[in-house]
């Protein structure tokens, strides 16, 4: 039995999850032979993942969105998978610098919580010998296309008197000159993947603002100033990296985490792929899956989100095209039947099955899914 499975957003880790779905399919076979590769998607959670696979937990002292003083995580490992060339290979997660979790008091602050401490952030992990960086993007509190994660890392960025634009989506309006020439000369040698289940372009209908501004406290209003702003930034970049910057600005996943993948793709050269797809590749999925013959994924909620680019999608994939059965455990269940076994679900056993109320399936998790995962044994195993 292979698990495979994210988080439980707000109740279990994936590494939680693990071991529940495990406590209970042992209760119905105690002799069962079971693997678990916590898996994550690029966003919240992916660190963790890492660590759970074996990489070296390192910490550093940034800046978070609003100024505040935070200490984020990464994870290294020194040698590299094949599909993730280099040397040693670090998972950075930009929420542990720049996320929604840093908000002091919770308070938004859309027009100005900057990504200068993802930028510090990616420098520590230059600093600790990665040559190779899976960069997950999600979760951010921030709209300002990376452009302080690019001047944490030595990127100018500067208004019609020479000054320094200040942090944020909004002060971007201000821009005047962007000089790339200063960006940290590590990241010419280093291979950035850009991690992310998320296809949106920069600006317009579909981009950041748009579409995840409101997330982030974003009024009408400021959707229109950080939807100008950003444009107004990608036609300044465009004057120092070239008219490609254009492009970039439409290319998919340049919208992730308000822009920051814009800047990763456009001035870090990053290249994108989908969160899950590099994620199974670094924590060693297809070895464990080349073991398996049968898996069990999941998450805390299984909804139409979970078909477009989520850990679960991309696990069942992976596991259909081995030719193994799959079925999966969640808080919440919002799928039809025909949409999972579309997915290469069999079977999916929500907590809200053995109890419906949501307060109370949060607050006891774990005990549920190893019910649920009792149930799965009884079904598929017995």
């Known amino acids: ?23 209970g399919l042992r209760r119905v076979l105690p002799g069962l ?14 660190v963790a993942a890492a660590l759970a696979a074996g990489f070296t937990r ?5 800046t978070g969105p609003t100024g505040t003083p935070v200490t984020a995580t990464f994870a290294l490992r020194e040698g590299a998978p094949p599909a993730v060339a280099g040397g040693g ?9 720049s996320g929604l979790q840093h908000l002091p008091d919770g308070v938004f602050a859309p027009l100005t919580a900057s990504t200068y401490g993802t930028g510090e952030l990616l420098r520590a992990a230059l600093d600790a010998g990665a040559t190779s960086i899976v960069f997950g993007v999600g979760g951010s509190a921030t709209t300002d296309g990376g452009a302080g994660m690019l001047t944490a890392l030595g990127a100018r960025l500067l208004d019609a008197d020479g000054e320094p ?11 005047a000159t962007a000089d790339l020439s200063g960006l940290d000369p590590r990241l010419a040698t280093t291979r950035i993947v850009l991690a992310s289940d998320v296809d949106n372009p920069l600006t317009g209908p579909k981009g950041a603002p748009a579409v995840y501004g409101p997330q982030k406290g974003a009024s009408e209003a400021d959707v229109a100033t950080l939807d100008a702003a950003l444009a107004h930034y990608a036609e300044v970049l465009a004057q120092a990296v070239g008219p490609q910057a254009a492009d970039v600005a439409l290319a998919p ?22 969160g899950i797809e590099v994620m ?34 991309g696990v069942a994939a992976a596991a259909r095209a081995a030719g193994l059965e799959v079925a999966a455990v969640c808080g919440r269940l919002q799928l039809t039947p025909e949409a999972l076994r579309a997915a290469g679900i069999r079977r999916a056993y929500a907590l809200t099955d053995l109890e419906p109320d949501p307060a109370r399936c949060m ?20």
């Open 280 to 313: 199974l590749d670094v924590l060693g999925f297809a070895p464990a899956l080349a073991r398996a013959t049968f898996v069990i994924t999941g998450e805390g909620s299984l909804d139409a989100q979970t078909l477009h680019g989520k850990a679960p999608a």
């Open 253 to 274: 996943g340049a919208g992730a985490a308000g822009g920051i993948g814009y800047g990763a793709l456009v001035a870090l050269d990053a290249v994108f792929r989908p």
């Open 58 to 62: 390192h910490e550093a002292r940034v």
């Open 1 to 23: 039995m292979l698990i495979a499975a994210d988080k439980f957003k707000g109740s279990l880790t994936a590494v939680e999850v693990a071991e529940h779905v495990t406590a």
């Open 165 to 175: 634009v200040a942090p944020g989506g909004g002060p971007l309006r201000e821009l």
């Open 89 to 97: 290979t670090a998972v950075v997660e930009m929420a542990e610098a």
């Open 363 to 382: 607050a006891e998790a774990g005990p549920l899914l190893e019910r649920a995962a009792e149930r799965l044994a009884h079904d598929f195993l017995v």
């Open 33 to 46: 032979d079971v693997a678990a590769v916590p898996v994550a998607d690029g966003g919240d959670g992916t």
